[in-house]
């Protein structure tokens, strides 16, 4: 079973800032089987990125995802206030079990 | 509009049975891979089950042997039928649909389980 970890843990930012999130797996993971969520409180998780690096449908283009292999990258370039959450990385695709990282906090600083 | 919608969380006494389940409009389930995914209070999201469109079903460790994911495809509805229930299952059950190459893009509320005497 292959193993997400993601950093940091927590991350304090200011609106306007850019934001980097990793995500790094315990073996290689194909790039085509790589997803970030979204989570705010109280709400279910929201596709975001899915093959590394395709934005899911309405998300906006301050999102991007990067990386092969065993490290991957969410950025957003700058932080408007409803993107202050949790994001979640995942590795899904043709084998099960599929799993999620712990996920990183985006808090306002 | 396409949604999922679970329902039949509760509390349940430890080694008790619960059947959730999870009704989808505006797509096929059967024509889909249909997981749930849960996540215990305050923690991260914890894949549980998933059915493929042929009906192959795969578990977590943690579930195996006791969790059974199934489909009605007349009610285009997802189930799964939980089994000898432990304090640690307790969490918020998500339905999620993977669209395997976009991943899992619709889920659903919802539906909270807790174990407790």
């Known amino acids: 079973e292959i193993v997400l970890t993601q950093s940091p843990d927590t991350l304090s930012l200011s609106p306007g800032e850019r934001a980097t999130l990793s995500c790094r797996a315990s073996q290689s993971v194909s790039s085509s089987s790589l997803a970030w969520y979204q989570q705010k409180p109280g709400q279910a998780p929201r596709l975001l990125i899915y093959g590394a690096s395709s934005r899911a449908t309405g998300i906006p283009d301050r999102f991007s995802g990067s990386g092969s292999g065993t490290d991957f990258i969410l950025t957003i370039t700058r932080l408007e206030p409803e993107d202050f959450a949790v994001y979640y990385c995942q590795q899904y695709g043709n084998s099960p079990p599929w799993g999620f990282g712990q996920g990183t906090k985006v808090e306002v600083k | 509009e396409v949604q999922l919608v679970e329902s039949g969380g509760g509390l349940v006494q430890p080694g008790g049975s619960l059947r959730l389940s999870c009704a989808a409009s505006g797509f096929t389930v059967s024509n889909n891979y249909m997981n749930w995914v849960r996540q215990a209070p305050g923690k991260g999201l914890e894949w549980v089950s998933v059915?493929?469109?042929?009906?192959?079903?795969y578990y977590a460790d943690s579930v195996k042997g006791r969790f059974t994911i199934s489909r009605d495809n007349s009610k285009n509805t997802v189930y799964l039928e939980m089994n000898s229930l432990r304090a640690e299952d307790t969490a918020l059950y998500y339905c999620a649909r993977d669209h395997i190459v976009t991943a899992f893009d619709i889920w659903g509320q919802g539906t909270m389980v807790t174990v407790s005497s």
């Open positions: 059915i493929y469109s042929a009906g192959t079903t």
